[in-house]
């Protein structure tokens, strides 16, 4: 366990991953999602030391998740954008917000409402169009990249929640 | 980076997770809504060291995540099973997944289906109702949990996405 806690900040994302894991990545793709481009201002706003930063960043861009630009009309500062690749972690980070306000025993610091008409929007989930699924409703099936293993473990928690042969 | 890479793995959770994160915690609930309960099953399965393997089941079920109960007749074994807290992990999973599914350059191993239709699950994101809405028609508003940092980051982001005062 090498990183401090999240649990002092004001966001359920935040507080989800002190439950769930080691999320560095997903914080800074957050900060990206609210405007932050600038080195200092992630490591100011995230609390982050300056060399985990670095090699946190450095992996996101390799990844594709960001990338690192000069900021326009200078050759030594830069900036760091969402990719189209980084922008499709949005879903991600709206389930664990939205998990995180349910379960992190803290109420919620951010709503995500539309803009037009400011309704709240609907928990993320399972749905196909407007049905809402659980997870009770849904089998799993292998897939186009489906290794032996998977298959049989698709198999055997389809028989387990199904009791299919 | 104490962590071995996940991207020997056939799940696309896993390849997601190799991306942006230290994830060995939402593995493990993976392989809870798969059906595993046992230690060494986890252990078997994941791959992971039985020491890292222990902290982590540990702080899950301090967290409320997972629960540990003796096997039925059995005063030495126990199991493992998710909360009702751990069961509404199961949209950051599949988010993770579909994420997964279309940016690591692997085809799925797995496919979500409905039981009763067979049709596939609708990609996990913004909606209201029927409705499906991107990132830019959602604002952001203070929850009754906000900080006075989150109230001025949450008002700088709707500033630079619909330029409000």
């Known amino acids: 366990m090498y990183r401090k806690t999240f649990e002092g900040m004001n966001c359920s994302i935040a507080r989800a991953l002190d439950q769930v894991g080691e999320w560095w990545s997903l914080l800074i793709v957050r900060e990206c999602s609210l405007g932050t481009s600038r080195f200092d201002d992630f490591q100011r706003r995230l609390g982050i ?3 985990v930063l670095t090699v946190r960043l450095n992996s996101l861009v390799e990844h594709g998740v ?21 922008e499709a972690l949005y879903p991600v980070l709206i389930a664990l917000m939205q998990w995180g306000d349910q379960w992190s025993g ?3 610091p951010v709503q995500v409402v539309e803009h037009r008409s400011g309704k709240p929007v609907d928990p993320v ?8 699924l659980t997870r009770h409703d849904v089998r799993l099936e292998p897939g186009p ?6 298959i049989a473990a698709v198999n055997a928690r389809n028989r387990l929640v199904f009791g299919e042969e």
């Open 145 to 150: 990249g489906a290794s032996r293993e998977t």
């Open 106 to 108: 803290h109420a919620a």
């Open 49 to 51: 030391a300056r060399n």
């Open 125 to 132: 989930g399972l749905r196909i169009g407007a049905r809402v």
């Open 66 to 86: 960001l990338e690192k630009k000069p900021v326009e009309g200078s050759e030594r500062l830069f900036e760091y954008r969402l990719t189209e690749k980084g």
